[in-house]
Structures are given as structure tokens and as C-alpha cells.
């Protein structure tokens, strides 16, 4: 893995923060869900790094892809209205392949919230800034990385119906 120039690999190996695994993935990997399959891995503990729009000013959310997001909880805090960044704009914003955005090492500063709910977690997979390269930190030694804020940010299913036709 060293050879490839991964800002935020570089982040952790010099904060020397444990690191729990490693995996180099197939080169065409492009999703938290293969990666969960190639790793192997819980879909619980495979992050996925979306960057939203508040506003003008953009933020990173650390969920697994299986979290449906409250972006009514993150306007309501900010004053702002949320929009999901295009692919373009986190390629630009992380500096990476859209499918691989890390937490930390980005070409743009940016705030960072994670999931309250994967605090909880023993371990969690991320991509280490290219989409075939993951590696596996402790909860909290990820937060001490990114500088992550831990918020409940799960939208609130219960007492939901679900659409019509389903």
C-alpha cells in the first residue's frame, strides 16, 4: 500500500494510530457494499463518507450505508438547507475518486460528523482514500483522526408506513 500517495493513510500512520486491518480490494471495487462482501465485513461496521451541502459551506457525514440520514436534524441545527453534493463536486471537495472520499486529508477543510450509533462499534472499515484500499480503526481512534463530532443523525423510522406498493 505504501507506494500509492494516500493523504489520509499518511494522516494515521503519522499520528501512529492503530490500525486494526488493512485490505487492498480489486481494482474496480466502487461501493461500500463490495467492499463489505471482499473485506468481509458487517454492513455495520463499512463506512460510507457522503458530503452534503449546508448551506454554501460543505460537511462530511460518516454513516454505513444502510443509515438513513436526517437531514432535517443537521438544517434545523444550521439554518441552512442540506443538499447532497454531485459527483463532481466530492471529487473536487475530497480530492479523490468520488468512491473513495476519506474523513480526513481532504482538498477541502471541512467539519466532520459522525454517526452517534458507530461509537458503539468494536471496529470500522473506511476507504483510505482510493477505492480499493480500506483500512479498519477503533471508533474513537477514527474521531481522534478526523476530529469527528458524534451526533444522532439516523432519520427516526419508527411508527413510519412504508410507500404505497410496498
Known amino acids: 500500500m505504501d507506494p500509492v500517495v494516500l493523504p489520509f493513510w499518511d494522516i494515521v500512520r503519522s499520528r501512529q494510530v492503530p490500525v486494526l486491518g488493512r485490505r487492498r480490494l480489486h481494482h474496480l471495487t466502487r461501493s461500500p457494499y463490495e467492499a463489505a462482501?471482499?473485506?468481509p465485513a458487517p454492513l455495520s461496521q463499512v463506512l460510507s463518507a457522503s458530503?452534503?451541502?449546508?448551506?454554501?459551506?460543505?460537511?462530511?457525514?460518516?454513516s454505513t450505508v444502510d443509515t438513513r440520514?436526517?437531514?432535517d436534524r443537521f438544517a434545523e441545527w444550521f439554518g441552512y438547507s442540506i443538499r447532497p453534493a454531485t459527483p463532481i463536486e466530492v471529487s473536487v471537495l475530497a480530492g479523490?475518486?468520488?468512491?473513495g472520499s476519506t474523513p480526513a486529508g481532504l482538498a477541502w477543510m471541512m467539519p466532520v460528523f459522525i454517526d452517534a450509533v458507530l461509537m458503539q462499534e468494536d471496529a470500522l472499515w473506511l476507504s483510505a482514500g482510493d477505492p480499493s484500499i480500506w483500512i479498519?480503526?477503533?471508533?474513537?481512534d477514527?474521531?481522534?483522526?478526523?476530529?469527528?463530532?458524534?451526533?444522532?443523525?439516523r432519520l427516526d423510522t419508527e411508527g413510519m408506513r412504508p410507500a404505497r406498493g410496498f
Open 136 to 140: 479498519c480503526l477503533a471508533p474513537p
Open 69 to 71: 440520514l436526517n437531514f
Open 96 to 99: 479523490t475518486h468520488v468512491q
Open 37 to 39: 462482501e471482499l473485506i
Open 142 to 153: 477514527l474521531q481522534q483522526v478526523t476530529g469527528a463530532f458524534a451526533v444522532d443523525i
Open 51 to 62: 458530503i452534503v451541502w449546508c448551506g454554501n459551506r460543505p460537511i462530511m457525514i460518516l
